[in-house]
């Protein structure tokens, strides 16, 4: 039929965009107040409590409802994992909600965060020294990701990486490895402690059982130490 008041001209609704018509007065209220939160959803407990409906299993019947008519969606909230937000299809779940790139699917993506440490504590021993924002180049150039990191991004990771003490943060002097950074740039580097033990433990006294009676005077002395004194000639 495709005269007047035949079927053929009415357009099926999409999912989403639903009427209001469609909805009961306690739909409308809640899709209304979820929508009003745009990208930061809602906690279905909080709609009782903002909207002032004392039966739950209105809030529930209406939710569910939205839910199979496609007006709105649950999206998981890293900071309450039991309370995932309720949210209008529309609107993409702000990052304090999904913790950005370092989850997925509302759990902390651990294999990324390990593999990216690793390959910055990688680039670090090639170069020495690097900002945040020249990992954060780095790290593309290589292809390794999928992710185009921030500078902020990359600035947690090293940041996670000195809190381990696994590298050091420092300030730029402008003065030897620093000299090709600005003064006073935030720079990050390995940390020197491993080589300092190692080569300690290469001298004699490393390793020496009789060390802490050693003295200068003494009869165990490094004066009189065959060994201290061939460590010297090689």
């Not at 309450?80 to 529309?90: C, I, S, T, V, W």
């Not at 009189?224 to 090689?234: A, G, H, I, M």
């Amino acid at each position: 039929m495709s005269g007047r008041g035949g079927i053929s001209g009415v357009k099926r609704p999409r999912p989403g965009s639903n009427g209001s018509k469609e909805l009961t007065a306690d739909e409308h209220n809640v899709y209304n107040l979820i929508k009003s939160k745009g990208d930061m959803g809602i906690w279905k407990g909080d709609i009782r409590k903002e909207l002032n409906i004392t039966n739950a299993k209105t809030i529930d019947n209406c939710v569910k409802s939205l839910l199979l008519k496609q007006m709105i969606k649950e999206v998981p909230n890293v900071q309450a994992k039991g309370k995932k937000r309720l949210m209008a299809m529309e609107f993409e779940p702000s990052k304090e909600l999904t913790g950005g790139v370092w989850y997925h699917e509302g759990m902390l993506d651990e294999d990324l965060i390990d593999n990216l440490k690793r390959v910055c504590l990688q680039r670090l021993s090639k170069q020495k020294v690097a900002t945040a924002d020249g990992m954060r180049h780095e790290i593309k150039m290589t292809g390794v990701f999928q992710v185009d990191f921030t500078v902020e991004q990359m600035k947690d990771i090293l940041d996670n990486l000195v809190l381990e003490k696994q590298i050091s943060r420092v300030k730029s002097n402008g003065m030897g490895e620093l000299a090709s950074f600005p003064i006073n740039a935030e720079c990050y580097k390995l940390k020197s402690q491993r080589a300092k033990v190692g080569d300690f433990s290469m001298i004699p006294c490393g390793v020496c059982p009789r060390i802490n009676h050693c003295a200068p005077d003494g009869v165990i002395s490094p004066v009189t130490c065959v060994y201290y004194t061939k460590w010297l000639e090689f």
